[in-house]
């Protein structure tokens, strides 16, 4: 289990080494509502409007026979906006899901970038076993996770250091980013709607219920869960039927 310390930033020579990332809800327009009328209007036109707040366990059967069946379009008519810190690794990998998302990230070129970095905490699995598509991930021993943390710090340190002797050179922010590692925090903006959001938890997300088995990586996992905790708080019927249909995107 990981410990309110282990997640608590850290510093050394100048730099802030975090374990964490943070996921804020900055904008939404997301509720069961707009799935129901969405989907009503296919049978009662303008009057699905009028149907919202008859029978909530009507409502109800509708989304859950929508998510079962597939019908996937009513799931569309929502939005939300999160602000989102993280690796810059994290983000290489979020930026594979392009339909039904928006982004805006943090720029390199345009500010000088902070010296905050990655450092696994000790509830990160350092170890692969196994070959590629059967492989798993186990424990790291003490001495592993001292090495990850003192070679990550060395590296970081070494790399912020030649980018502040590049920038103090008079060089370009775009240039002298180069030499800044995949390990340093970024953020942005992401927006999506609860079709494209469940896709993405479907793949970046492992959980007992999906009838589809994911091994994302750990800490774009993080990232979703997160996410995923904004939005079942928003849509709590829509969230039920994802979970009890195998967590499959319609």
Request: proline fraction near 5%; charge should be negative.
């Amino acid at each position: 289990m990981t410990s309110a310390d282990d997640l608590q930033p850290s510093t050394r020579d100048g730099l802030t080494l975090r374990s964490d990332v943070t996921v804020e809800l900055v904008k939404s327009s997301a509720s069961d509502s707009d799935v129901l009328f969405a989907a009503r209007v296919s049978t009662l036109g303008e009057q699905s409007i009028g149907e919202l707040q008859k029978d909530p366990e009507r409502s109800k059967g509708l989304i859950n026979y929508l998510m079962r069946d597939r019908h996937g379009s009513p799931f569309e008519h929502n939005s939300l906006t999160f602000l989102i810190s993280a690796p810059i690794f994290v983000f290489r990998e979020f930026m594979r899901h392009r339909v039904g998302w928006s982004y805006n990230e943090e720029s390199g070129r345009y500010r000088e970038l902070q010296p905050v970095f990655y450092v696994p905490d000790a509830s990160r699995k350092l170890v692969q076993e196994g070959r590629p598509g059967k492989y798993v991930f186990v424990e790291g021993s003490p001495a592993q996770h001292e090495a990850v943390q003192s070679v990550l710090g060395d590296s970081y340190h070494q790399a912020y250091e030649a980018y502040q002797k590049l920038l103090a050179e008079g060089v370009a922010r775009e240039v002298a980013r180069a030499v800044l590692p995949v390990g340093l925090y970024s953020s942005m903006y992401a927006t999506c709607n609860a079709r494209s959001l469940m896709h993405f938890l479907g793949l970046r997300t492992q959980h007992e219920m999906a009838k589809v088995p994911s091994f994302p990586q750990r800490e774009i996992e993080m990232v979703g869960e997160k996410m995923e905790a904004e939005w079942a708080r928003l849509m709590p019927l829509t969230h039920a039927a994802f979970n009890a249909n195998g967590r499959v995107a319609p």
